[in-house]
């Protein structure tokens, strides 16, 4: 068995009239050569069956006769098709033709591609880009303003975008008089007809020059023909200063939500399909969007494309990748492992059960993207130890993740920016009453999931490999791929040589594990022999460096010392290590860290705040705005309550929970100030932030730690496909959902708990 692997894993020495000979090729035909023998061995053994038994066969063969006539008639009719399609291919192969399906799927991927790139470059480098229009007006109460619209301005629809210090909300409060500013549009005659209805924005009180600005849209609808020349005309109440400009697009955001649509769905379509991988998708679908807002005059510059990247976020993946990397030398996850087999004494479920909970609260009180940069190793060499696939106890292992993190201010992207919104503080949201009322509801969703968890993976066998030698065969081949590469770019650092012993090595291990079966205190001595800590010394300074990142991430949470963020936090944890460590190669290190993953957030990020410009999120939210509105007061908070949960749910799922919670958070604060409304504030957070968290195990791309999940999962050579986190975690969501809606009909509709209780801290 180990000359024929590493006979397959060695390259062809000559070129031949064959396809490369490949791993994953010389595996599958590995295969079939096994399937062919078996298959001969089988037929043999049926022959000589059938001859020991032949005279039952004579007996039986009039009760046979009818069905034996029916296969030969349908092979009758089967003959013709088949000799056309014998004869199409002879004539393909001599003409150099391939009919089969994927190559014309291929030939169409390619011409659409073709298309949207043309459409890109004509959009980036035919468009002009548009001068700044804006305009500056300072406005004296009760006197009139105008400005002469330029006429290619001059439509049914005239959209305006103004700046200046204007109050968030759409009317006035209940109670108190504001000043306003009046925008209409008139006709430049002595007349001055007015061709629409008014706008009113409201100001916000105090001294304009020390107020915060606001930007406003309004569109306003001409009703007559446009045969004559146009103005704005702007009157006030107060003296103010603000900045106006004729903007095309706010008066044909409904086209452009139609584009934003059509490209969230075709990066969708991409991921899913895997017609090209999901990195690359993202940027297709990023430059994409970009070329879109220029379309529709958007003055885009690099900077601004940069500013709409986090950061944050990328420089805390990448630090703690490196983190992670360096601890993975130190043979901690591989120690953590064995100790884990060891007290669930080899009983799968108990495992699983330990490490999840484990990892639901460790994220309560970590990101939950450091928990599963954290965790992810150690689910796979478990898995590897026990014949488990490593995809599907990941997927577990995210989805307690994502409903852990919801306990805590500080447990998910989505409650930091809930939590840190000003005027969410100054209304009593704090880490205590947070904790309080989100605790026991993802202590009733961990139950509810853990219950379906076992119901669907009652069998044990679903949790195993379905071919444990092939796929490992595969995964072995994929990382050499990877490794190879590696060897390109490094000049040699890697011996392949080296690097094909090893995987027949593991090859072999694994074929020997597959033929035996052996007991539990067999496999524990055995992983106690092979793996455990490799280097002490760098496993104490990294246990410092990384003990001084948890405490600044604890620190991060409590008034006064949040200055350093979790991106700087972990970064200087890097740099301490990077200090006292001796890295020989630190090329050979960066290449550990997942730039594809990182890539993909970066073009996520852009792609979602390209939706938030031209308008498609902002019309989800307002939609749910006025939904409430429509029903009866007494039913408002119920009504209020289920649409921000499954909104901000399925929107998480579908888009990121990041940009969901920015989008939905201001509607939160919009209905609680709304005196006809009369909504308490503290249920509408409570039920954002979980709405937002457990929508997060929707899909792949729902949440950042999903995708730093997949991307650990690839770097060890295993497949995690939007479609394989899709089957399983949807559900799972679905059903957290209905859980956390009675919780939040039975504590906050049925019982009034709104007030919140005494703060921990604050």
Known sequence: ??????????????????????????????????????????????????????????????????????????????????????????????????FSWKVLLNNIKIIVFLVLWLLIVICMALKQPTADESRLFTIEPR????????????DTRIGVLVVGPFDEDEKATAGTQMDVVTMSVVTEAESKEQLCNDWTLYLKPGDSEHLTSTEKKHVFRLNTPLNQSLRLSMTTTKQVTLKLKLDKYVAKHADGILAGAFILILMYAMIVTEIIERTISSVFCATLAISLLINYDYNVTLRQIMSWVDIETLLLLFSMMILIALLSDSGIFDFCAVYAYQISKGFVWPLLTSLCLSTAVLSAFLDNVTMMLLVAPITIRLCEALMLDPVLMLTFMVIYSNIGAACTPIGDPPNIIITTNQYIRESGVAFG?????????VALVMLQTHLLLRFMFRDEEKLKLKSPLEQGLQRIARQTARLSKATTFMDGALDKEDMRRKSVKALVELQRRLTSAPEYHTILAELKSTYGIKDKSLLIILSICFTL???????????????????????????????????????????????????????LFIVMEVLVKIGLIGLIGAQVQELILLVDKKYRLLLALMLILWVSALASAFLDNIPVTAMMLPIVISLAKDEDLQLPLHPLVWTLAMGACFGGNGTLIAASANVVSAGIANQHGYKFSFTTFFVLGFPVMLSNIVVTSLYLILCHVIFEWHDPPIHIYD
């Not at 009239?17 to 079939?32: C, G, N, S, Y």
């Not at 296969?71 to 056309?84: I, K, L, V």
């Not at 200087?572 to 290449?591: M, R």
């Open 433 to 441: 009453n947070f904790l309080l009322h989100c605790v026991p509801c």
């Open 143 to 154: 006197q009139a303003r105008t400005y002469l619209i330029p006429q290619q301005h001059v």
């Open 549 to 603: 990142v948890l405490l600044i991430f604890l620190l991060h949470s409590v008034h006064g010392l949040h200055q350093l963020t979790l991106g700087w936090a972990s970064l200087i944890g890097v740099l301490l290590a990077l200090a006292l460590v001796n890295i020989p190669d630190f090329e050979a290190l960066l290449h550990r860290v997942e730039w594809s993953t990182l890539i993909f957030f970066a073009s």
């Open 1 to 98: 068995l180990k000359k024929k692997i590493f006979k397959k894993l060695l390259p062809a020495k000559r070129m031949t009239q064959e396809l490369p000979a490949t791993p994953i090729r010389a595996t599958r035909k590995h295969d079939a050569q096994i399937n062919n023998n078996s298959a001969n061995f089988t037929l043999h053994a049926k022959s000589n069956k059938n001859c020991s038994n032949n005279n039952n066969a004579a007996n039986s063969h009039n009760k046979h006769a009818p069905r034996l006539e029916a296969g030969q008639q349908r092979y009758a009719e089967n003959e013709e098709p088949a000799t056309r399609r014998n004869l199409l291919l002879m004539f393909a192969s001599k003409n150099g033709i391939d």
